[in-house]
């Protein structure tokens, strides 16, 4: 069901949803833990960040770490609000059932040091007039967290914006049975023709804007291009419009070697999403360039994937319209 199904004004409901601007989204947070050295070193490692100002402070991107509740949530008395729920639902009975987060905005006012205590409470900041996106249409929510020490002190603020959105109604409204990944083919080899896709259900695609656009031209042609800074010659990926060690804002490319190996693995068996046959294994992988990039792995079976294993970039063509840089392993 699309939203044009639905027997809603669009004036009156955007009425509604206006009226929960300003209420409460959550409040009498906690955070799990205290600012703490293993988690900051942690992120440090992922990020490959060497900042050596780390761990004495936390990176400021990890204001919002320190507020999550991780897979057991938060205790209790610091539960999301009735009125954020009750907006939600208004959305969905609306036929606004689907949700994707597009982006956030982050403000630091002070360091946050180990043994720091984070509390922090959320208004609904926002609702947008109806939008219509590639995605579907919606109404984009935005929410703002304010993060304090244990003594009240103001550290950061952390707005949140998420589409709540109908999916547009598909070109082919028939149901298509899920289908495996197709075989991929080797960088060096010649694009093959892929097999026919008008039955079969499309992985999503990804979001090309003027900062990586170079990114997906370099990957039409065969190439995995980095930016590499031209000031400090630090090679960085994904692509950014400036240097994260310098702060430079110019830079060059150069194609990767291919090279790489397993820095870290996840398998994916829920949720199942029906473009994709779960269960299949999602990997980081560190680039003989020092980069890291997350990819299917193909090649070897999800259950032999492993830490350290050799992989070798390959191109895989999806359907007519999208073709991805993955990498293939090699079992031992």
């Known amino acids: 069901m699309t939203r044009d199904d639905l027997d809603f004004d669009p004036e009156e409901l955007y009425g509604r949803l206006k009226a929960y601007e300003g209420r409460t989204a959550a409040s009498g947070g906690a955070g799990r833990d205290p600012v703490n050295e293993p988690m900051i070193r942690h992120w440090c490692e992922a990020m490959g960040d060497t900042n050596p ?6 990176p400021p991107t990890m204001l ?13 008395g610091s539960a999301r ?13 609306a036929g606004c059932t689907s949700v994707v987060a597009t982006d956030c905005e982050q403000e630091y006012l002070r360091p946050l040091r180990p043994g720091d205590r ?8 926002s609702v947008s007039p109806s939008k219509t996106t590639k995605l ?3 109404h984009f929510v935005t929410t703002r967290m304010n993060i304090r020490t244990g003594d009240g002190e103001l550290v950061g603020t952390h707005r949140f ?12 409204a028939a149901t298509p049975e899920p289908t495996r990944m197709p075989e991929p083919t ?14 079969r259900l499309r992985r999503p695609r990804p979001v090309i804007n003027r900062d990586n656009a170079g990114f997906w031209e370099g990957v039409a042609r065969h190439q995995l291009l980095i930016q590499r800074c031209l000031d400090c010659a630090t090679p960085r990926f994904p692509w950014l419009p400036g240097c994260g060690a310098c702060g430079s804002q ?15 693995y996840v398998v994916m068996h829920h949720p199942p999403f029906p473009a994709f046959d779960p269960p299949y294994a999602v990997a980081l992988i560190e680039l003989a360039e020092g980069v890291r990039m997350v990819s299917d792995i193909t090649g070897v079976p999800y259950d032999k994937v492993r830490i350290g294993m050799p992989v070798e970039l390959e191109f895989l063509r999806v359907d007519e319209e999208l073709e991805l840089p993955v990498f293939r392993g090699a079992e031992a």
Request: no cysteine; hydrophobic share 35%.
């Open 250 to 264: 110019r830079w060059e490319t150069f194609e990767a070697s291919g090279a790489g190996t397993v820095f870290s």
């Open 81 to 93: 609000s009735e009125a954020y729920d009750e907006l939600l639902a208004l959305l969905d009975d």
């Open 53 to 58: 100002a780390y761990p004495a402070v936390a």
């Open 118 to 125: 984070v509390t922090f409470d959320a208004v609904i900041e």
């Open 161 to 172: 914006r998420i589409l709540k959105y109908a999916p547009a109604r598909p070109k082919n």
């Open 64 to 76: 919002q770490a320190w507020t999550m509740g991780g897979l057991a949530g938060h205790p209790g």
């Open 186 to 199: 080797r960088k060096s080899q010649p694009k093959r023709k892929p097999e026919p896709t008008a039955d």
């Open 136 to 138: 579907g249409t919606g």
